[in-house]
T-cell receptor, first 111, second 110 residues
Framework: NAGVTQTPKFQVLKTGQSMTLQCAQD?????MYWYRQDPGMGLRLIYY???????DKGEVPNGYNVSRLNKREFSLRLESAAPSQTSVYFC??????????FGPGTRLTVT | QQPVQSPQAVILREGEDAVINCSSS?????VHWYRQKHGEAPVFLMI?????EQKGHEKISASFNEKKQQSSLYLTASQLSYSGTYFC???????????FGAGTILRVKS
């Protein structure tokens, strides 16, 4: 029982490059979330998916797209990375807005 | 709107107590508390629903005053393992998005 897994753990991109962050959970949760964490700002919600087949914007969705591939997987795509997207990205899952289980995070640097 | 946490940081010696506050300008349905150790993912501590209930987790408990739109996290007889950043997350209504505060850094020294 791995919980929430994320790949990759670390990534360095050049401005303008694209990439996809992968997230998977094995707890059969309906809801999945993508957050970014910057120093002094806490966790900010980028996008979430309340159930398979639905996605909604969070507080800071600009520059990102998401796909809820199936109940287990929720990916986050940066189409054209910018230095302002340098951050630590966490994926989480839960039942509705109950206790959230977080993945280990992806440290992304955009130069 | 992001809830406001206070203090921003606190340093304790082992065995001392601490209180971390979380305030919102909006009416709240629930407050969530998480702890994050350096370089790790946030870990759930507890959820409080409106009604002023107090919940406990080991020597860590919390209260929720819905009239004042605030919650407090109480850490008693602190241990070295309590060190980390504590986040509150607030929910304005059932099924609403969770909005996290900026965090309170807690350091416990021996």
């Amino acid at each position: 029982n791995a919980g929430v897994t994320q790949t990759p753990k670390f990534q360095v991109l050049k401005t303008g490059q694209s990439m996809t962050l992968q997230c998977a959970q094995d707890m059969n949760h309906n809801s999945m979330y993508w957050y970014r964490q910057d120093p002094g700002m806490g966790l900010r919600l980028i996008y979430y998916s309340a159930s398979e087949g639905t996605t909604d914007k969070g507080e800071v969705p600009n520059g990102y797209n998401v796909s809820r591939l199936n109940k287990r997987e929720f990916s986050l795509r940066l189409e054209s990375a910018a230095p302002s997207q340098t951050s630590v990205y966490f994926c989480a899952s839960s039942e509705a807005w109950q206790k959230q289980y977080f993945g280990p995070g992806t440290r992304l640097t955009v130069t | 709107q992001q809830p406001v946490q206070s203090p921003q940081a606190v340093i304790l010696r082992e065995g001392e107590d601490a209180v971390i506050n979380c305030s919102s300008s909006k009416a709240l349905y629930s407050v969530h508390w998480y702890r994050q150790k350096h370089g790790e993912a946030p870990v759930f501590l507890m959820i409080l629903l409106k009604g002023g209930e107090q919940k406990g987790h080991e020597k860590i408990s919390a209260s929720f005053n819905e009239k004042k739109q605030q919650s407090s996290l109480y850490l008693t007889a602190s241990q070295l393992s309590y060190s980390g950043t504590y986040f509150c997350g607030t929910e304005a209504g059932y099924g609403n998005k969770l909005v996290f505060g900026a965090g309170t850094i807690l350091r416990v020294k021996s």
